[in-house]
């Protein structure tokens, strides 16, 4: 486990940056414990530092986890987010989707979203921001892009897709093994 190197370091922040904007720093110099990025198997984690102090004590191919994992880098070096994080992007969204009850369930199975499947969205929410998708009782089920701002989005057709998908909580069932491999 070591710490992220100056470039990887930009691409992390770049990422998240585009779903909680400039609440990265808030994520980064909280008031309550010091919290950092560790780098391990090419996985991301954001935990508190004492923590990783302890964890250090461990072999290093014992270790499968250690706070929470944030996202992975590819083979070809760049930087994806993975569900994991959703509970980080969810408390310091700067945009957010609310998606009617109907069509929970299609986006749950990796599909994007069409108007006629959106609640509500965040007042100016630019096109192609990232944006944390919620159902409508305020829980969080995932993130994407939202294809349309939302003027955008209140003069398209119903079958219009004003969000596109990238990853939600049916991953954990789907893809469970991939999450920690």
């Known amino acids: 486990m070591r710490q992220l190197k100056e470039d990887e370091l930009k691409l992390v922040i770049e990422k998240l940056m585009k779903y909680i904007g400039d609440n990265v720093r808030k994520l980064i ?4 414990h010091d919290f ?30 250690v706070g929470t994992c944030i996202g992975k ?16 992007l969810a408390e310091y969204a700067q945009f957010k989707v609310w998606l009617k009850h109907n069509s929970e ?51 398209a057709q119903p079958i219009t897709n004003v969000l596109l998908h990238q990853s939600d909580v049916g991953e954990f069932i789907r893809s469970e093994s991939d999450l920690l491999n």
């Open 29 to 32: 110099d909280r008031t309550d």
């Open 105 to 155: 369930q299609s986006f749950l199975y990796g599909n994007n979203v069409t108007k006629a499947g959106l609640g509500r969205i965040t007042e100016n929410t630019p096109a192609y921001a990232g944006v944390v998708v919620y159902s409508m009782s305020d829980v969080p089920l995932g993130f994407g892009v939202a294809a349309r701002s939302t003027a955008e989005c209140r003069r």
């Open 36 to 65: 950092c990025f560790r780098l391990h198997n090419d996985r991301v984690f954001y935990a508190r530092h004492d923590i990783i102090t302890g964890a250090i004590t461990i072999p290093r191919k014992k270790v499968v986890s």
């Open 73 to 88: 880098f590819t083979k070809t070096n760049k930087f994806k987010l993975l569900i994991t994080s959703l509970p980080l």
